[in-house]
């Protein structure tokens, strides 16, 4: 454990002093923001959030061990409904009941504390990676893209029908197309000057805990992708075959990636279920592991800051700012409207033009835009030191000068 | 050598791909400290016999040992982590990693706290490894990426390096140096088994060669009774 810690102060350390300025400056301003936004903005930011969490997860998977995923939104069901399964009154228990402080069981359903819940939905998410990964990881690239989309589909298939009254006669698992609802928030707390009352009229709390998460999420996974397993998954990304050879276990690599990429969706899905309260099987569909898919490529595949900017930028894309746009458009309409023809003719059909639903379309053509503009993505992963020596190209020439000169001194 | 006891031997291997038989009863045996060649035209099997060392091939038939241990059913790990690095045909580096993290990579399964003293030791051996260690691998010439797989099978401390063509794609000159390498490398300790289409390079540093033949060994002595041989001779060197 010492020596862990020690790992990373040295890392810390070894930071150079204006980048370690800049991660301070950015931790400090996103602590600042709810002080300047209202509380529309900070509901915005804790999705963004959750999104952040669903990135870097997924970034272990697709950027770190180079595996596509295309079923990824399946763990992030999981992890809701790890959360809203075990705390709201779903599973009411009528013979007993118990009460503490950690775990409530009685009539009133199965209530888990939330902070228990933390690593128990990440576990539970990370054996489910186990689970899909452990019989499909030995395929490879494309086939292994399809059958991640398979599990993608049958997740929420499968929460979608096991509700009440099932054909396979089974007992009311997910409550069906009924969804979960009345999903337990987190305990007030009460620490020092900090209190925080989790409660749907405001976000402020929410934003705070889910940025706390973040933050240790981002802290573990930097460790993840410098240690020993990191670069292994580095290594079968670039060369399978030249991994094994150096003595690594290819699948039981892959399986780590599956498993740890799933747990940070574990967090994700915990806190969008309890955030929203309410958790449904239609929150879980395809588009949601594209638009995390698009997240870490349009950030940088394997980048950590970049995947970050990714989530951001993708997640305020789809909630505000293209609505942003349509009041723009509709705006200037309103003032073209008032000019002379044909100005006004213009005017008036952009008053009236749907933006909003043509929302898909201008997402579209954004990341287009973006791929194009910078096809590594907004931040992409920066390689440590890896510029070359500036006088490698003499080194090159004398040596092989001096090599042409003990041939023609032999002949 | 015969006194020795083996580090590696063949006992009559068998290998097919599916129903495709490609080592038709192989034996082999290298001796500890040995540098021995293994020779054969395109399809012979030298690269098929590499492969079963290293257990990405099973054999059907027969057995394979590493000293007492035998090896043949394990996986390419165990067989690794036992002492045998393989430095692989087309050599195979990670493009893109650093030199220095290319040859972290190779000593992937020690746990011991030596690790930088045998990049020193890497780096003396090749000391244009040293000035490119923050370069990508990719990014290096065909012959610094061999002695980069070179030094990476190096770091793993291996008992038995095994080498599949290293002087595939190089120079004449930089062959030269490569081969003076490995007889470096074993002069330090470590035993050589490499498969080589260049036969009097490889048998002017073995002490002892096997020549295949679509799967057979037919031909098998001291380096120096290959190099007489009429059938080597005509075969590899170009003479009629």
Not at chain 1, 31 to 57: H, I, K, N, Q, R
Not at chain 1, 382 to 404: I, V
């Amino acid at each position: 454990m010492a020596a862990r810690w020690h790992a990373l102060t040295d890392a810390y350390h070894d930071t150079p002093l204006l980048r370690r300025f800049a991660v301070l400056l950015v931790v400090v301003l996103a602590f600042l923001f709810p002080v300047f936004m209202g509380s529309v903005g900070v509901d915005d930011a804790t999705f963004a959030e959750v999104y952040v969490l669903l990135a870097l997860g997924l970034n272990i998977v697709v950027g770190f061990a180079g595996l596509l995923d295309l079923g990824y939104a399946a763990f992030f069901a999981i992890g809701a409904y790890t959360a809203a399964l075990l705390a709201s009154s779903h599973f009411a228990v009528n013979r007993t009941s118990f009460h503490s402080l950690l775990l409530t069981v009685g009539p009133g359903g199965i209530h888990v504390n939330f902070f228990v819940l933390i690593p128990l939905s990440a576990l539970v998410a990370a054996f489910f990676g186990i689970l899909f990964g452990a019989p499909t990881l030995r395929l490879r690239g494309d086939y292994l893209a399809i059958v991640t989309l398979g599990f993608g589909e049958i997740v929420p298939k499968v929460v979608e029908n096991l509700g009440d009254g099932n054909s396979l006669g089974l007992p009311n698992i997910t409550n069906g197309v009924n969804s979960i609802t009345g999903v337990d928030s987190p305990p007030n707390i009460d620490l020092g000057p900090i209190h925080w009352t989790f409660q749907t009229n405001d976000p402020r709390p929410w934003y705070y805990l889910g940025l706390i998460i973040v933050i240790i999420s981002v802290i573990i996974i930097y460790r993840l992708r410098d240690s020993r397993l990191g670069r292994s998954w580095v290594a079968i990304r670039e060369d399978e075959i030249a991994a094994a050879h150096a003595g690594i276990n290819i699948t039981g690599t892959r399986l780590t990636a599956f498993a740890l990429g799933a747990a940070f969706s574990g967090f994700g899905g915990l806190l969008e279920a309890s955030r929203l309260a309410n958790v449904s099987y239609d929150q879980f569909l395809f588009t949601v592991s594209v638009t995390i898919l698009t997240m870490v490529i349009l950030g940088g595949i394997g980048s950590i800051p970049g995947v970050i900017v990714g989530g951001i930028v993708i997640a305020y894309m789809t909630q505000t700012w293209l609505t942003t746009v349509a009041s723009w458009v509709h705006s200037l309409g309103d003032g073209l409207h008032k000019g002379p023809e044909p100005v006004s003719t213009i005017g008036a059909w952009l008053q009236s033009l749907p933006v909003t639903s043509a929302k898909p379309m201008i997402f579209g053509i954004i990341l287009v835009g973006i791929m194009l503009l910078r096809p590594a993505g907004l931040w992409p992963e920066q390689r440590r030191a890896r510029e070359l020596h500036p006088d490698t190209e003499k080194t090159l020439e004398e040596e092989q000068a001096e090599l042409y000169t003990v041939r023609t001194g032999e002949i | 050598m015969d006194e020795k006891q083996p580090l590696l031997e063949f006992r009559d291997v068998d290998t097919f791909y599916g129903s495709l038989h490609i080592l038709k009863d192989v034996s082999y045996t290298v001796g500890e400290h040995e540098i021995v060649a293994l020779l054969g035209s395109n399809g012979a099997g030298k690269t098929t016999t590499m492969k079963t060392i290293l257990g990405l091939v099973q054999p059907r038939d027969g057995s394979i040992h590493l000293g007492d241990t035998r090896i043949d059913g394990r996986s390419t790990r165990e067989i690794v982590t036992l002492g045998v690095a393989p430095v692989p045909e087309g050599r195979r580096v990670f493009p893109k990693l650093t030199v220095l993290d290319n040859l972290k990579m190779g000593a992937w399964t020690r746990k011991d706290r030596e690790i930088q003293q045998d990049i020193d030791r890497v780096y003396s051996l090749f000391p244009r490894l040293a000035e490119r260690k923050n370069q990508l691998a990719g990014t290096m010439s065909g012959g610094e990426q061999q002695m980069l797989a070179i030094g990476r099978a190096l770091m793993a401390r291996p008992r038995l390096m095994i080498l599949d063509e290293p002087s595939m794609g190089l120079s004449p000159i930089l062959t030269e140096r490569v081969f003076d390498t490995i007889v470096e490398i074993n002069k330090q300790g470590t035993t050589i088994f490499m498969v080589e289409q260049n036969a009097y390079m490889a048998l002017n540093i073995a002490s002892r060669g096997y020549v295949l033949q679509t799967g057979r060994v037919i031909l098998s002595g001291t380096a120096q009774e290959l190099l007489s041989s009429d059938m080597v001779r005509k075969a590899y060197l170009g003479e009629t």
